[in-house]
């Protein structure tokens, strides 16, 4: 079996991560072969798994939507399935093409949608709303990653259950612990001669980072580790302004931030939403304990994996919360024992049961 996964770039995002490690797991566990289709070669990760872009980076899809449109039914006819790896244009061009070509096609849902699209698409909502009320449902099927989205959807498209699901995101365990015992550089060991916390994530306003460093002005001890990609400079002056920027360090987008994780004392991530958070659990497979929001279903209903918190001042009672030793234990041992259930030979069977139901 082939399966074409569409995503627009493989640029450091939880989505991209996730369909790596479901992809290499398919193809050299599970023996399906598995390439990945990007709009343009725009490239963060590393991966075995064959990637083919469509345009160079410096192309523009307006301006080349022959080619564009052209070279992905050149490729896509030689698939199988079709995924879409992300809400909105890949789910577009996977319903698009598998009724071109007749072939089945899986679309994939990593927020929650009103949020998503009110958010970052507040001048295009209605247009994205209208088109995924139509189109959503020609889907062979629809896989949200957690149950809060897949209710979601549902409920904003009125999707027919029988063509909707939800599968968590694959966690690879092994993986991550093995590269978190790698050795950091020693220009930043300097991060880690105190408590740090640590945030990893896109560098978009939703996802919270402004209110962490708001946060340390309070939390003297503790230095902020930064990964992710892009403008820090607004973030760098806020730290400035408020005279912690000594403490804040910003080094991008890192292939393997877990030899980092493994050092800090604390993820923190108080987005205002999140389809899975996906860190959140690459943090509980290292046994760090989580502070954030986003998703309720990371932290439990009742604070059972994590202590949710949204505001500067939650983030502040999470942190001195967590200096109890107990209390810290205790949400080591509960994302330690929580993420058993999230392994990838787990998840990559749900997903194989959908891959062939739709054929």
């Known amino acids: 079996m082939k399966i074409a996964i569409i995503l627009p770039t493989l640029q450091g995002g939880g989505a991209e991560k996730v369909y790596i ?29 064959e990637v083919i872009n469509i345009l160079n980076r410096d192309e523009k899809i307006g301006k080349n939507a022959i080619k564009f449109l052209k070279g992905l039914y050149n490729i896509l006819k030689n698939y199988d399935i079709i995924m879409g790896g992300l809400e909105l244009e890949p789910n577009y061009l996977a319903i698009l093409f598998s009724r071109i070509l007749k072939k089945p096609c899986i679309c994939t849902h990593h927020s929650l949608m009103n949020k998503l699209i009110d958010t970052l698409y507040r001048n295009k909502r209605y247009i994205f709303h209208i088109l995924n009320f139509i189109l959503l449902r020609f889907a062979s099927m629809n896989v949200a990653v957690s149950r809060e989205v897949y209710e979601n959807i549902i409920k904003l498209y ?3 259950k029988n063509k909707c699901t939800y599968i968590y995101n694959p966690i690879d365990i092994d993986k991550i612990r093995e590269l978190a015992n790698e050795a950091i550089e020693e220009r930043y060991k300097v991060i880690f001669d105190r408590k740090t916390l640590c945030f990893i994530a896109r560098l978009e306003e939703y996802k919270g980072l402004r209110k962490i460093i708001g946060s340390l002005a309070e939390l003297k001890e503790y230095n902020l580790l930064v990964l992710g990609n892009g403008d820090f400079k607004p973030y760098y002056e806020y730290a400035r302004s408020l005279n912690v920027e000594n403490r804040v360090f910003y080094l991008g987008f890192k292939n393997n931030p877990y030899k980092y994780l493994r050092h800090c004392f604390a993820l923190i991530l108080p987005s205002e939403f999140e389809g899975f958070g996906l860190v959140f659990y690459e943090a509980n497979a290292l046994g760090i304990p989580i502070v954030g929001s986003g998703i309720r279903g990371a932290f439990g209903e009742n604070n059972e994996y994590g202590i949710w918190a949204y505001t500067k001042d939650e983030i502040i009672s999470a942190i001195k919360l967590l200096e109890n030793p107990n209390v810290y234990s205790y949400y080591k041992e509960a994302g330690l024992k929580r993420i058993e259930n999230f392994r990838i030979d787990k998840i990559a069977r749900e997903y194989e049961k959908v891959l062939n139901n739709v054929l």
Not at 21 to 44: A, C, R, W
């Open 21 to 49: 490690t479901l992809g290499e797991y398919l193809k050299y566990k599970l023996n399906y072969e598995v390439d990945i289709v990007i709009f343009k070669n725009l490239i963060d990760y590393q991966t075995s798994l």
């Open 158 to 160: 009125k999707i027919p």
